[in-house]
């Protein structure tokens, strides 16, 4: 059985591809990151970056992007909204996003990713390939998900029973045993081999969800959760596929039929079938380019059982893509993700002068994934970025100490040294210095480090006022390396 | 670290006031330079790099048999060597109907002819090979400072190190750079601590090198009896001079290399010509004259000598298997300073 739908699963999906072929589809990037990583910022920023091309001079468009080579050879002629492909998946709410960044006094950071959603970008050039040149076009499907969904992948190859264990075992960490208390105490109360009772099942999907959302508080910052829709539910909400918990069940033992246990096994087998497939099917199989965005800052607030248990989501995450060189065969059929960027996003809350221990740091949390996806012909690449810039850089001097500080808005509530914001003050703020050894991040059990034992405290800022272009439209916004990233990503399609 | 300076490094947070500066009176706030705007600037290739790339694309990496030129010249050769092979096989049936022993004698000269052309030909290939692989790694060392990029750094500092394996007196400077591969060292530092270590050096032969060039062509121009004899002199010694470049820098080039050399030279000459206006053609007229005017024949010495050293510095840039970055480009007054301070202090 387990055999013949993963058959099917594999043919549907290279049906779907041929489709794809037959019918041109443009490059399908993929964009994605736990949540609060800033996916909604970056395909925004990138957006709106480049449909904002006209409306700068040839010189400010220079300084924009330089690394962007299209961009910044003077190619890049015209960037516009499309028609997306595919009808029944939701259009990512550009304009909103746009709108919520750039309201003047108003303006605040868009509301997060809580489904898939896509967005088609057209892009006009000239090709200087050779033969090839001239003018082309490149569409380009932007393709958001939330990173959490991901998670669920790993979950079409468990079996009820061992996933019931591997997430009872990580309950007990040390890190997590404090957070899983009331779920524990409550799995006491029940057992597997009682008879069905819809309550009980309602009653254990709460607590244990309730549980997974309090690691994922920014207190903690926890990364490896699954099932994803637990936490972020999209439509399905309430529906039984999304009403089950994890029990202590053997592993090859048979549920009594009726039994509490086999109807939790029930609704995970159509979790993962109409849950977890479908997305593989549809929309993760179909990735050419893929960009993870790692909110590496919030983690390294909270603490390194923090930080590890992001490296572990973040390894989890990547032995889901299918990542290799790719040739016309595999377009055709299979098509493969031979590029993925790996960046730490909100790099404007530290000194540029930290940035190439961030990159380190980053490194050494993808290392396996990295060593992975390269083994089978893959290019990865991790870089610091900024989709939107939200700091100057100043240099404070205090008495004797100089101090490379980065200056801004901070939010309404971030406290640092003792200060606490109200939103309106600007501020420069020294966030302390990262390690140089990345391995030190990792050493501890620490978790929710109180802000006054830390020794750095990254605050987040309020977005940057957006500056008026001469059509009245907001010009787009400082970033920093975005270029980079798009030059990466799909810098050899725009050659 | 001592608990003061630890807490000294403790995240910390100044209120400003409007006129962006401290609200405490003890702290003093200063806006420092935007950082990515140098970063962006340094991805940028410079416009040295970018004409040496365009020469070595003219000459050295040009590719072959993709112009019509190309084809003009294969098929012509194609026909020579039909005629030959004629020629050589009405000669050996001439040679036996004189005497047998006459025709194996022609015979087994032929054979060793066709192996030594063979081994020739063989050499040739590889040296213009030898030469594309260079200059191909001049770009690729030239990408991989501007991206910052540490993989290919260090993939091609193995190819680098692989180049001068045969030259003992680079022991050093090639243990030191192997060692740096390994360790965590940022792409563009590796790529400067080679070129600091390794490439400088040879810099200095090669500069040495076109001043003892420049030097001669200058002295024999001026006490030659012929024009003739001083235009073949100066031909013979920049050829040498171009030749002994690329070698001391890792090529070995042959007769079709050293054709692919002096294409990219002349083409590196015309494309720099212009912007070396300010550098050295002044110095190049202000000398020429003052040494004019102290006798028309030391003049031309002085220009010939002149024009040497700026053949022998396109040379330079175009053999030299990494792009000038943390090593200054030298110009004519730095190779040929004898050439211009004479002038001066003659004065």
């Known amino acids: 059985m387990p055999l013949f739908s993963d058959l099917a699963l594999e043919a549907s999906i290279a049906a779907r591809s041929l489709a794809d072929y037959v019918t041109g589809k443009g490059l399908r990037l993929g964009v994605t990151g736990l949540s609060r990583a800033g996916k909604t910022v970056f395909i925004t920023a990138l957006v709106h970056n480049l449909t904002r091309i006209g409306s700068l001079t040839v010189a400010d468009s220079r300084r924009q992007m330089p690394v962007f080579r299209v961009w910044a050879d003077g190619r890049l002629t015209r960037a516009a909204l499309d028609a997306q492909p595919d009808d029944a998946v939701p259009r990512f709410a550009y304009e909103d996003h746009l709108a919520a960044l750039t309201a003047g006094e108003d303006r605040h950071w868009p509301q997060s990713t809580r489904r898939i959603s896509e967005l088609r970008i057209t892009l006009e050039f000239e090709s200087k390939a050779g033969w090839r040149g001239g003018p082309s076009t490149l569409p380009i499907d ?31 960490s040390a890190a997590r045993a404090m957070l899983a208390k009331d779920w524990r105490g409550f799995l006491t109360t029940i057992s597997a081999e009682e008879p069905a ?58 549920l009594p039929a009726g039994s509490l246990g086999a109807m939790m096994e029930r609704r995970y087998e159509a979790y993962r079938t109409h849950v977890v497939r479908p997305f593989f099917r549809d929309h993760f199989a179909r990735l050419d380019r893929q960009i993870v965005l790692v909110d590496a800052l919030a983690a390294l607030n909270s603490g390194p059982a923090a930080v590890r248990d992001l490296e572990t989501a973040l390894t989890d995450i990547l032995t889901a893509f299918r990542a290799g060189s790719s040739s016309l065969l595999s377009t055709i059929f299979r098509p493969r993700i031979d590029r993925i960027l790996f960046a730490a996003t909100k790099a404007d809350h530290l000194h540029h002068t930290s940035h190439d221990r961030l990159e380190a740091i980053l490194q050494h949390l993808t290392g396996r994934a990295i060593a992975r996806a390269q083994g089978v012909g893959a290019t990865v690449d991790v870089i610091a970025l900024a989709a939107v810039r939200a700091t100057r850089e100043a240099s404070v001097r205090q008495g004797r100490d100089m101090l490379d500080a980065i200056a801004g808005i901070p939010m309404a509530g971030e406290t640092i040294g003792g200060e606490t914001f109200d939103g309106r003050t600007e501020a420069a703020i020294f966030p302390g210095e990262l390690p140089a050894d990345p391995q030190s991040v990792f050493r501890g059990d620490a978790l929710a480090t109180p802000a006054g034992e830390a020794e750095w405290r990254f605050a987040r800022f309020r977005p940057p006022v957006a500056m008026i272009a001469a059509d009245g439209r907001p010009a787009p916004l400082p970033h920093i390396r975005l270029d980079r990233a798009l030059e990466f990503l799909l810098g050899d399609k725009l050659a | 670290m001592s608990d003061a300076a630890r807490s000294a490094r403790r995240p910390r947070a100044f209120i400003l006031d409007d006129g962006k500066g401290a609200r405490a009176p003890d702290v003093e706030i200063e806006a420092q330079d935007d950082a990515y705007e140098h970063e962006a600037l340094a991805a940028d290739l410079p416009p040295d790099e970018v004409a040496v790339e365009q020469a070595q694309k003219r000459g050295i990496a040009a590719r072959a048999l993709l112009s019509w030129a190309g084809v003009f010249w294969s098929a012509l050769g ?165 030749r002994r470049i690329s070698e001391i820098y890792g090529g070995r080039p042959g007769f079709l290399g050293f054709l692919r050399l002096v294409k990219s030279v002349g083409a590196h000459l015309a494309i720099t010509g212009g912007m070396a206006v300010g550098d050295s053609l002044v110095q190049q007229i202000v000398g020429h004259g003052i040494a004019a005017r102290l006798s028309a024949r030391l003049g031309e010495g002085v220009l010939n000598g002149l024009l040497t050293a700026r053949v022998g510095i396109s040379a330079m840039s175009v053999c030299r298997p990494m792009p000038f970055s943390v090593e200054k480009p030298p110009g004519v007054s730095d190779v040929a300073p004898f050439l211009l301070s004479r002038g001066k202090s003659d004065a």
């Open chain 1, 142 to 172: 932007i393709v958001d998900y939330p990173g959490e969904w991901l998670l669920d992948l790993p979950l079409l190859g468990k079996s009820y029973a061992q996933w019931s264990r591997e997430t009872l075992e990580a309950s007990s």
């Open chain 1, 197 to 254: 009772d819809e309550n009980k099942a309602r009653k254990a999907a709460e607590i244990f969800t309730a549980y997974l959302r309090a690691c994922r508080e920014d207190r903690y910052s926890l990364s490896t959760l699954p099932p994803g829709r637990f936490l972020m539910p999209g439509d399905m909400e309430g529906s039984p596929a999304l009403t089950f918990a994890p029990l202590p069940v053997a592993e090859g033992a048979d």
């Open chain 2, 78 to 242: 194609g026909l020579v060597t039909l005629a030959l092979g004629l020629w050589f096989d009405a000669l050996i049936e001439g040679l036996y109907a004189r005497a047998p022993a006459l025709g194996w004698v022609g015979l087994a000269l032929l054979a060793v002819a066709a192996l030594a052309l063979l081994v020739l030909a063989t050499r040739e290939a590889l040296a213009v090979f030898r030469q594309k692989r260079i200059a191909a790694m001049h770009a690729a060392i030239a990408a991989a400072r501007a991206k910052d990029d540490r993989d290919a750094a260090r993939a091609l500092m193995q190819q680098l190190i692989g180049l001068y394996e045969r030259r003992p007196e680079t022991a050093r400077a090639r243990a030191q750079v192997l060692d740096l591969t390994r360790e965590i060292v940022d792409g563009r530092d590796l790529i400067d601590i080679a070129e600091r270590g390794l490439m400088h050096p040879l810099d200095e032969r090669v500069q040495r090198e076109i001043a003892g060039a420049a030097k001669r062509v200058s002295v024999v121009t001026a006490i030659s009896p012929r024009a003739i004899l001083d235009v073949l002199f100066v031909m013979a010694q920049t050829a040498r001079l171009i």
